[in-house]
């Protein structure tokens, strides 16, 4: 059973710019959750998907979308990228309905 | 809002000693308040998880300990070892739905 995998495990962009982060979710889960973690901080809820549409999101402006494809796998895309999205992002995949969620080793992106 | 309060930031332990950490929350339609451990560069991993109908789950060195009637929590770890130095986050959630909402993270420092 493979486990979470996100790519890439660090990143550097300008302000302005925008990013695409990728999670690979683990083998047979359905649900993928995106959480934005800042420095010395704990994790933030950014959203969540399910069956590829949007299942919740936390408090983050637009600019923060994703998408859920067939196969389960994610991405998250920031536009407009502003400093203090500096932060490690981190997936979160399981199975829906089941509280456990299996968190990847996130991406390090640092906008300056 | 922060939803979770924890506490202490720091922790330094002896080996062989016992590290507490406790949480408190404010919404009382929190029904799932699991424990995450995040070593360095790692994304967090689910520890020890507990539902407000029980006070207390333990799991080998660790137990949570849950007063449903003061909203709060704590995590114990007997007989600390070194290996145990990480972040630890309190977290919870709601009816299934699975935002998650962390505590600021406690960084356990076990000294030999």
């Known amino acids: 059973e493979t486990g979470v995998t996100q790519s890439p495990t660090h990143l550097i962009k300008t302000r302005g710019q925008q990013v695409t982060l990728r999670c690979s979710s683990q083998?047979?889960?359905?649900?993928v959750s995106w959480y934005q973690q800042a420095l010395g901080q704990g994790p933030q809820f950014i959203f969540q998907y399910y069956r590829e549409e949007e299942n919740g999101r936390g408090n983050f402006p637009p600019r923060f979308s994703g998408l859920q494809f067939p196969n389960y796998s994610s991405e998250l895309n920031v536009n407009a990228l502003e400093l203090d999205d500096s932060a490690l992002y981190l997936c979160?995949?399981?199975?829906?309905?089941?509280?456990?969620?299996?968190f990847g080793p996130g991406t390090r992106l640092l906008v300056l | 809002q922060q939803q979770v309060k924890q506490s202490p930031q720091s922790l330094i332990v002896q080996k062989g000693g016992i590290s507490i950490i406790n949480c408190a929350y404010e919404?009382?339609?929190?029904?799932?308040f699991p424990w995450y451990q995040q070593f360095p560069g790692k994304g967090p991993a689910l520890l020890i998880a507990?539902?407000?109908?029980?006070s207390e789950k333990k799991e080998g060195r660790f137990t949570i300990s849950f007063n449903k009637s003061a909203k709060q929590f704590s995590l114990h770890i007997m007989d600390s070892q070194p290996g145990d130095s990480a972040t630890y986050f309190c977290?919870?959630?709601?009816?299934?739905?699975?935002?998650?909402?962390f505590g600021t993270g406690t960084k356990l420092q076990v000294i030999p």
């Open positions: 979160a995949s399981s199975y829906a309905g089941q509280e456990t969620q299996y």
């Open positions: 977290a919870a959630s709601k009816g299934g739905y699975q935002k998650v909402t």
């Open positions: 919404n009382t339609a929190f029904d799932y």
């Open positions: 507990i539902r407000p109908d029980v």
């Open positions: 083998s047979g889960h359905n649900t």
